[in-house]
């Protein structure tokens, strides 16, 4: 069935860096446009970043320049490098294709904090 798992979250200070995995499973990982969602309490789960199978990626303003996101089809892995950290990146991050859909994983919870 399908599946994402999420890993890598955690605990950083204001500047400091991440980088995210994501384990797909039960789609056809190689050819899917692949994407990173994040979500606030309260607030709606927001498409920050993507990957097509061609590796040509798309990121929403407020990340550019700071999340770099990539692919490694050979282990259906999705990962995003985050750099330069700020409070507002606190979220629970998920993985899913960038069409989004109704599984989804458990997220992995980015806490940005000093």
């Known amino acids: 069935q399908v599946q994402f798992v999420e890993s890598g979250g955690g605990l950083v200070q204001p500047g400091g860096s991440l980088i995210l995995s994501c384990v797909a499973s039960g789609i056809s990982f190689s050819i899917r446009t692949m994407g990173w969602y994040r979500q606030a309490p309260g607030k709606q789960r927001e498409l920050v970043v993507s990957v097509t199978s061609g590796s040509l990626t798309n990121y929403v303003k407020s990340v550019k320049g700071r999340f770099t996101i990539s692919r490694y089809n050979a282990k259906n892995t999705v990962y995003l490098q985050m750099n330069s950290l700020q409070s507002e990146d606190t979220d629970v991050y998920y993985c899913?294709?960038?069409?989004?859909?109704?599984?989804w994983g458990e997220g992995t919870l980015v806490t940005v904090s000093s």
């Open positions: 899913n294709t960038a069409l989004g859909g109704i599984v």
